[in-house]
């Protein structure tokens, strides 16, 4: 019995993979986008009620967060459509909120661009372009699917590779937290799993390049990372205990630089 389940599972996981449009990386990916995306709204809807969201008509973080959010989405929208790959942002509705919790140095991007900066991040990245910098970062991670990727090794290593409706039928709320955790989303940092090293370099390299075509300088990532690192200190925040920041990321971004500035064009 034992070995049949495990045949089982090595057919799931080698037809499981496919190619990624964004990265041109196969990545597993045992879960329907179009499942993770109706799973997204009602996490960020819930999550939404229980935290304090700012409003953009009345507070100017929460505005920049907005302009900055539409400058991204529409600039990758015009890319991916004008290069015929307009599959790579098929279904997404984006939503930007921005949520007043000074202690929260974080920002994620739920399945079908549903992002969230929290306030704790804004005295790091100091400025709109450092800002816009992260947003970018985590819209990468969002379209290259790493979130899938994550939830497909976690439905795998805990739930024996059960479908996604019967996980969410048989154990909701097992599931939802690997929902929340695979998207770097939680509120203990010990719950939560850093991105891999590759998931990592590609939401570098991408998040660069989406950064740059929104008109915002992608040379501000260095002393942003910089700048992150030092708030590590004895409590990392949220951000930093699922980015990790070090020599190796600082390295690969001025790898990635050249070519992120083939994309930048100044708003000024
Ligand atoms: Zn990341």
């Known amino acids: 019995m034992k070995k049949i389940y495990y045949l089982l599972l090595i057919v799931l996981l080698l037809t ?3 190619l990624n ?8 990916s045992l879960i329907n986008d179009s499942e993770l995306r109706l799973m997204a709204v009602g996490q960020y809807n819930t999550f939404l009620t229980e935290n304090k969201v700012l409003r953009s008509n009345s507070n100017r973080d929460a505005a920049m967060v907005d302009r900055i959010g539409a400058r991204i989405a529409s600039a990758i929208t ?3 459509d004008s290069e015929g790959k307009e599959s790579v942002l098929a279904g997404y509705a984006w939503e930007f909120n921005t949520i007043d919790d000074k202690k929260v140095i974080n920002a994620w991007c739920m399945p ?11 005295p790091v990245t100091q400025n709109e372009t ?4 992260v947003m970018g970062h985590e819209i990468a991670h969002s379209i290259a699917k790493h979130g899938n990727e994550r939830m497909s090794q976690a439905m795998v290593q805990q739930l024996g590779g059960m479908a996604l409706e019967i996980a969410l039928a048989q154990k909701p709320k097992e599931t939802q937290d690997l929902f929340m955790m695979s998207y770097g989303i939680g509120s203990e940092v010990g719950a939560m799993l850093p991105w891999s090293r590759q998931q990592e370099t590609e939401a570098d390299q991408y998040g660069l390049i989406f950064s740059a075509m929104a008109g915002y300088d992608p040379r501000e990532a260095i002393p942003f990372w910089q700048r992150m690192s030092a708030a590590g200190g004895t409590k990392p925040p949220e951000f930093l205990s699922t980015h990790p920041s070090d020599e190796t990321r600082l390295r690969k971004i001025k790898q990635f630089m050249p070519e992120a500035l083939k994309y930048y064009t100044s708003r000024n």
């Open 130 to 133: 450092a800002l816009a910098v």
């Open 78 to 80: 015009k890319y991916y």
């Open 16 to 18: 499981g993979c496919v």
């Open 21 to 28: 449009l964004v990265t041109g990386r196969k990545q597993l």
């Open 112 to 122: 079908g661009g549903k992002v969230v900066v929290y306030t704790g991040l804004l």
